[in-house]
């Protein structure tokens, strides 16, 4: 079991070379909007929660060196807004209004999804198409609805929903690596 796993893992680790390019155009979009002082906003369900919750901490805290805090915020972390806007107004949009209050023309916008169809996730990137923001997906290899509203979709050439989330924690490390090297002090 273990092994296969582990297998199943290195396949589609050794794909990601298909995804050098989109994953350097995403990278420069994180620089351009960082040195602009603009913001990279990132959201998702479950595990993608929690992958944007590490991202943002990545970037406003730091990834390996000693830099300037960088503007990273995840909108799955305040639990006031999410149950209140749940109860209020439905799930569906949680993310949106998140988006319509806190982006800016310019921010990046990364919504995170493995099945591309998490109905709020797609709902937070077209808000934030709407304003102006770079929108930004990652969702396993279908892409589907949120890759279908992105400027920059970064599907991880697998339908195993694990092996896609592990592929976006190390494809957000090296993102993060390189967001790094452009504000090294």
Known sequence: MFQGH??????ALKRL???QAILSAIAQAWVDALKAGKKVLFFGNGGSAADAQHLAAELCVRYRINRRALAGLALTTDTSVLTAHSNDYGF???FARQVEALAQPGDVVVGISTSGTSKN??????????????????T??????????????YCVPTSVTAYAQECHLLAGHVLCE??????KE
């Open 6 to 11: 582990l297998d199943g893992h290195l396949a």
């Open 17 to 19: 070379d298909e995804c």
């Open 92 to 94: 569906e949009t949680v």
């Open 121 to 138: 996730v797609v709902a937070g990137l077209q808000a934030a198409k709407e304003i102006g923001c770079v929108v930004v997906s990652f």
């Open 140 to 153: 396993a290899e279908k892409g589907a609805d949120c890759a279908a509203v992105a400027d920059y979709a």
């Open 178 to 183: 390189y967001v790094e090297a452009a504000f």
